[in-house]
């Protein structure tokens, strides 16, 4: 097989993931693209059986070939082979090639230790990828060497450096990072320390100045979620993941998930979780804190499509990951699939032609918050100062101090400046200035944010990716805007479209779970029939329907 064939997979997407649809066109580089005849693309929709779908392929000037694929409307991916009319085929192995038609996933957890068809052997792992659809994936092993040699030329895989306190030295660890790794990996069981050990702290030191995440093992004894919550203490600033979420029973993933809505730098990865299990994580934490994974290929070239099934004998992970298409809503099944690995990792993003994740529009989202909060704040007189208002700890004053309070946290987060001098509520003066004094600091958050926050940002509810720290800014910015022009009888409507997008950003940021005790959010209200989407908002935020 020529070398330039182990570069790439073997068959993947050339038309980008909004262009899939009601046809896309895919590439074939297999085993058998050099024979001098006629392939076909086998290909059934969303796991069917036979009779398959043929599709003639056409030979390219660059010895690939290409087929489009018909009828993909409404589909969520291709299960395919290829073959010759003289009947020789290539299925990947007996795994088949799975491509989904509207995301590109990344694999958050992978391993190679040999360069062949073994477990966890490099080609094992190509197999395995290609069968479940997966573009993109994190690799690691304790063999950092190797693995920088493995992935050279290979851009279906990025790198993360192995450490343990015995080594490799920090120097070493900031030379890969600053060479291409994109974050760390810890294995407390297989290295034999505790995951809070000391002798870490050098290492997350590097990982924090080169602003990457760590990928722990977790699961029971040296590798347990509490030691791992340690860590992610003494370094708030750097974003962990604790991979399986926790390798045993029950009790230790519902730890992990508690951890994990307590601190905002801990996110779970899925890898060995039942697809019931993945959906229960996304409702405890979130939908932007858990990542897929799956730990390929410890079990070989068929990891995805084992059989008997290798999740807990009741799944194998291309039936689990088809359940959980067909259950979680788009949005969160991509957040799950691609975007929360490609965010944290700093990995690149959608190829052109995707459609754009609920976040992606967040500053033109903020931009547009900024000038409805400019316009009812200008209505505001000074004789309504004293009115009460939907927040019901303050008037109609406060809450104008609140919103600049908002804007000027807004423009220090997005310079990476503390927040922590700025009053939940500003100083307005009753006796006039305060609209001009509000345009003047929202001039200066959009300046702000123009001039590109940091990959990561300390926003006043933790560390987070500039994004997901903005979007928070813009829920904030969109109620307490209604709230004021609640208040302040505001005659012109609100855009209902800010209002939708909050509501969004709430259900990610504040899922049911995060609410009760101690929560400044009480259990979502009853929406009436009818109901706009500022009343939708304001109920799912635990507040009366308004």
Not at 206 to 214: K, L, R, S, T
Request: some cysteine; overall charge negative; charged content about 20%.
């Amino acid at each position: 097989m020529p070398a330039s064939t182990n570069a790439g997979l073997p068959l993947e997407w050339v038309s980008p993931a909004g262009e899939r649809t009601p046809s896309g066109r895919v590439r074939y580089r297999g085993s058998l693209a050099a024979a001098d005849r006629p392939l076909s693309l086998h290909l059934g929709f969303d796991g069917s059986e036979p009779p398959f779908l043929d599709v003639a392929m056409e030979r390219e000037e660059d010895g690939s070939w290409t087929a489009e694929v018909p009828d993909t409307d409404g589909h969520i991916l291709l299960d395919c082979a290829v073959s010759t009319a003289e009947d020789d085929w290539d299925n990947n192995g007996g795994a088949d090639f799975r491509l989904w038609i509207g995301l590109d996933p990344v694999d958050a957890h992978v391993h190679a230790r040999t360069r062949g068809s073994d477990s966890m052997g490099f080609q094992s792992l190509r197999t395995a990828l290609a069968s479940g659809g997966m573009t993109h994936a994190l690799v690691s092993w304790q063999d950092n060497a190797f693995i920088d040699e493995v992935t050279a030329g290979v851009p279906w895989l990025t790198r993360l450096v192995w450490v343990s306190p015995g080594g490799p030295g920090p120097d070493d660890v900031r030379r890969r990072l600053s060479g291409g790794a994109v974050g760390l990996k810890l294995h407390p069981t297989y290295d034999e320390y505790p995951a809070d050990a000391p002798g870490l702290d050098p290492f997350l030191q590097a990982a924090a100045d080169a602003g990457v995440p760590v990928a722990v093992h977790t699961a029971p004894g040296p590798s347990d979620p509490d030691l791992v919550r340690r860590l992610a203490e003494r370094f708030p600033q750097v974003p962990f993941v604790l991979y399986h979420t926790f390798l045993g029973p029950e009790e230790g993933r519902r730890r992990a998930a508690r951890h994990a809505q307590q601190l905002p730098n801990l996110h779970l990865e899925t890898s060995w979780c039942r697809s019931a299990e993945v959906r229960r994580l996304i409702d405890e934490v979130g939908a932007e804190r858990v990542l897929f994974g799956s730990d390929a290929a410890t079990d070989g070239p068929v990891h995805f499509v084992r059989s008997p099934p290798n999740i807990e004998m009741t799944e194998n992970y291309n039936e689990s990951l088809l359940v959980l298409a067909r259950q979680l809503p788009a949005p969160t099944l991509r957040a799950l699939l691609q975007d929360n690995t490609r965010r944290l990792f700093g990995l690149a993003g959608p190829r052109p032609g995707e459609e754009p994740t609920p976040t992606a529009d967040v500053h033109q989202l903020f931009v547009d918050a900024l000038q409805q909060a400019e316009r009812v704040v200008g209505r505001v007189g000074r004789d309504q100062f004293p009115l009460s208002t939907p927040c019901t700890e303050w008037d109609v004053q406060a809450l104008l101090g609140h919103l600049l309070a908002t804007v000027r946290r807004a423009e220090r987060v997005a310079g990476g400046r503390s927040v922590e001098s700025v009053p939940q509520v500003a100083a307005v003066d009753p006796r006039g200035g305060w609209a001009s004094r509000f345009r003047a600091a929202t001039a200066k958050a959009r300046h702000a944010w123009d001039a590109a926050a940091p990959a990561d940002v300390v926003a006043p509810w933790g560390m987070l990716p500039g994004p997901v720290g903005l979007s928070g800014f813009v829920l904030e910015l969109v109620v307490h805007t209604h709230d004021l022009a609640l208040s302040t009888d505001y005659p012109d409507p609100l855009d209902q479209r800010l209002a939708t997008a909050a509501l969004r950003i709430t259900e990610r940021l504040l899922p049911t779970t995060l609410r009760g005790t101690g929560s400044a959010f009480a259990a979502p209200q009853a929406v009436p029939d009818g109901a706009d989407a500022y009343a939708r908002l304001s109920a799912f935020l635990g507040r009366a329907p308004r």
